[in-house]
């Protein structure tokens, strides 16, 4: 079993293996859920060569960065790519958005829908484009 | 009060007869070091626990072992037996199975040795012959290495709280109440990328995390702990020269 916390405005804000002193803010309530918290965290993955969880660093110039996603029993999934939100087709729950590495910047990608999907973890990828 | 006067009993010569007071007098030497019963324990009952060189480590593949020293070898009471090893000591293999859970290893006293073996169960009450000294975490498929723990071992010991791992974000405040009763002593706030790091997996420790500049991230007083993310994009989780983050995993610990 899962644990999770919802924010006034319904976004998932963040999950755990255990509840363990966790307290909440104004407007904030829990929920929990039947999945184990490996299984909650796996509902949608976004990595780049394997990379998740931490910053990516791409040089420019480079080609494109290609996030994999892995949102399993999914056919497409709605991610925000620096407030720009496009839709991405999955095959198997499987599905790559690609990113150019022509100008130096960062993209932070999210799920669009913060509601069902967590904006944290391995749900939520930054890739730095550096000179 | 006066010192119990040690030894209490005194040499005899060949053919003088023994008096009950010498008698008395010799077996209160030997259980009491000469102190009368009602001001000492026995020796037995004062080493009932008594516990030396007992360290237990993580053992490849999914085992732990008591290793010997020489110089201070693994020695344990065990239901009132002394037992001591003369080699390292291993649980044997495949002792772990079944679901996630938290392992208690013993000690085991067996008729006709004056060693004991190591054996595992869930549940952490000690049966006969047994002897409680340790713990361990199995995840379902492997022993966490670093789970592994001493109960006699002097040192920093398991921690007094332990948030388990949470999902983190840039931009955000984490509030855990740490129930010690008082503020701790020391706060580790620990970084993974994955929900559930395996025991070589790398950790990162998190002091800093970036607000533009590093800032330092924690506060705790004697009732929560505060952890607050950074605000800049991909380094607000972690600012640490072995891993930039803004996503990932946090793990907070305390010891009192």
């Known amino acids: 079993m899962a644990y999770f916390i919802r924010t006034a405005s319904g976004e998932i804000k963040t999950y755990m293996e255990a509840p363990a002193g966790t307290v909440l803010e104004t407007g904030e309530t829990w929920e929990e859920t039947p999945l184990t918290f490996e299984a909650f965290s796996n509902r949608l993955r976004l990595s780049v060569d394997g990379v998740g969880g931490e910053l990516v660093q791409v040089p420019t110039g480079s080609g494109m960065a290609h996030v994999q996603v892995d949102c399993p029993g999914e056919s497409s999934v709605m991610l925000d790519i620096n407030g720009l939100v496009e839709g991405i087709p999955l095959v198997n729950g499987k599905g790559t958005l690609a990113l150019s590495s022509e100008l130096p910047g960062t993209y932070v990608i999210t799920p669009a829908d913060r509601k069902k999907f967590c904006a944290a973890g391995e749900s939520l990828c930054v890739v730095e484009v550096s000179e | ?256």
């Open chain 2, 1 to 256: 009060m006066s010192a119990p006067v040690y030894p209490a009993s005194v040499d005899v010569s060949p053919g003088q007869p023994t008096a009950s007071t010498q008698y008395n007098n010799l077996r209160k030497d030997a259980l009491t070091l000469g102190a009368a019963p009602a001001d000492a324990r026995t020796l037995g009952q004062f080493f009932i626990r008594y516990i030396s060189g007992v360290r237990l480590e993580y053992l490849a593949t999914n085992r732990v072992r008591v290793p010997y020293v020489t110089t201070n070898p693994p020695s344990v009471m065990v239901n009132g037996y002394l037992c001591q090893a003369t080699a390292s000591v291993d649980l044997p293999a495949s002792s772990f199975s079944g679901g996630a859970a938290t392992w208690y290893i013993f000690a085991r006293r067996n008729a006709g040795s004056a060693s004991f073996t190591l054996e595992i169960n869930t549940s952490p009450v000690e049966g006969t012959d047994q002897r409680l000294i340790g713990q361990s975490y199995w995840d379902g498929s492997n022993v966490n290495a670093s789970s592994v723990y001493t109960y006699a071992v002097q040192g920093l010991g398991l921690p007094d709280y332990d948030s388990g791992f949470f999902a983190v974000a840039d931009s955000n405040t984490y509030t855990k109440a740490h129930n010690l009763g008082q503020a701790p002593r020391l706060v580790v706030l620990l970084h993974a990328t994955s929900s559930t790091p395996n025991s070589n997996d790398e950790l990162a420790l998190v002091n800093t995390v970036s607000i533009s500049y590093g800032v330092s991230n924690m506060s705790w007083n004697a009732t929560n702990i505060i952890a607050q993310s950074g605000t800049t994009a991909g380094y607000g989780t972690c600012l640490n020269i072995r891993r930039y983050s803004g996503s990932g995993y946090w793990r907070l610990q305390a010891w009192k």
